[in-house]
């Protein structure tokens, strides 16, 4: 029985003009954000009609129904959408989840285990700011992220346990279901690179644009990666 996962990246930020580690900052979704949600809601909706419609046209072929038009009235069940949306608790990432779960009269989950990363001393620093005062720690951090964390931040393969936990329960919970979870940048890289068997060394080649949909299948326990950093025509 398969199990599908859209795993969303929240929307833009307040002064995400300059590129920051927000970390667990509590730093609310713009407007901006919001918009660029609604076209990742547009994206996962479209791709909720279009495998109901591959279901259903699969079985009535194998089915050999002589009227397979009143089979397709009768909808047999194939268009369900949505049945849980998780997410972290920070703002961010909750009111975006808020604008995916509006269409399927679902409420967010919100999971302390899904929220990003603590960067330590940098949080709230920009990119910029940081290279000019870490200069090394940042190259060290960029090199490996394993083997290098922001100094007074979370080791890498500590989020990746907890965030990895949170996911197997998920799943375990809604096994032949149709679920979201709307997280961050940091913790849906680490979330792929496990689907994908990839060394986390290799977090920072995964590309996480503000409000991307990323699609999981579960085949029981075996995760396939069928869309990666989709967008629903909104970016930036």
Same mark, same amino acid.
Request: a neutral charge; proline letters at 5%.
């Given at each position: 029985?398969?199990?599908?996962?859209?795993?969303?990246?929240?929307?833009?930020?307040?002064?995400?003009?300059?590129?920051?580690?927000?970390?667990?900052?509590?730093?609310?979704?713009?407007?901006?954000?919001?918009?660029?949600?609604?076209?990742?809601?547009?994206?996962?909706?479209?791709?909720?009609?279009?495998?109901?419609?591959?279901?259903?046209?699969?079985?009535?072929?194998?089915?050999?129904?002589?009227?397979?038009?009143?089979?397709?009235?009768?909808?047999?069940?194939?268009?369900?959408?949505?049945?849980?949306?998780?997410?972290?608790?920070?703002?961010?990432?909750?009111?975006?989840?808020?604008?995916?779960?509006?269409?399927?009269?679902?409420?967010?989950?919100?999971?302390?285990?899904?929220?990003?990363?603590?960067?330590?001393?940098?949080?709230?620093?920009?990119?910029?700011?940081?290279?000019? &005062?870490?200069?090394?720690?940042?190259?060290?951090?960029?090199?490996?992220?394993? &083997?290098?964390?922001?100094?007074?931040?979370?080791?890498?393969?500590?989020?990746?346990?907890?965030?990895? &936990?949170?996911?197997? *329960?998920?799943?375990?919970?809604?096994?032949?279901?149709?679920?979201?979870?709307?997280?961050?940048?940091?913790?849906?890289?680490?979330?792929?690179?496990?689907?994908?068997?990839?060394?986390?060394?290799?977090?920072?080649?995964?590309? *996480?644009?503000?409000?991307?949909?990323?699609?999981?299948?579960?085949?029981?326990?075996?995760?396939?990666?069928?869309?990666?950093?989709?967008?629903?025509?909104?970016?930036?």
């Amino acid at each position: 029985m398969v199990t599908t996962l859209y795993l969303v990246r929240h929307g833009d930020v307040e002064g995400s003009e300059a590129k920051r580690y927000y970390g667990t900052i509590d730093i609310p979704l713009s407007g901006k954000g919001a918009q660029q949600v609604k076209g990742a809601c547009a994206l996962i909706s479209k791709h909720l009609v279009d495998h109901a419609t591959a279901q259903r046209v699969g079985h009535l072929n194998g089915a050999n129904l002589p009227d397979k038009s009143n089979a397709i009235g009768e909808k047999a069940g194939w268009e369900k959408g949505l049945t849980a949306i998780y997410c972290s608790n920070l703002q961010r990432a909750v009111r975006s989840a808020e604008i995916i779960a509006a269409p399927h009269n679902l409420v967010p989950v919100k999971l302390p285990a899904l929220r990003e990363r603590s960067f330590g001393i940098w949080e709230g620093m920009s990119f910029s700011e940081i290279n000019e &005062r870490y200069p090394r720690e940042f190259d060290a951090w960029a090199e490996n992220p394993v &083997r290098y964390s922001p100094p007074g931040g979370e080791d890498t393969l500590e989020v990746m346990a907890r965030v990895a &936990r949170a996911v197997e *329960q998920i799943v375990k919970d809604h096994v032949g279901e149709k679920i979201a979870i709307v997280a961050h940048g940091g913790v849906n890289r680490l979330i792929l690179c496990h689907s994908m068997g990839i060394p986390l060394e290799n977090i920072f080649r995964i590309e *996480q644009d503000y409000a991307a949909v990323s699609i999981i299948e579960f085949w029981d326990s075996y995760p396939v990666v069928k869309l990666l950093n989709g967008n629903g025509g909104i970016v930036g």
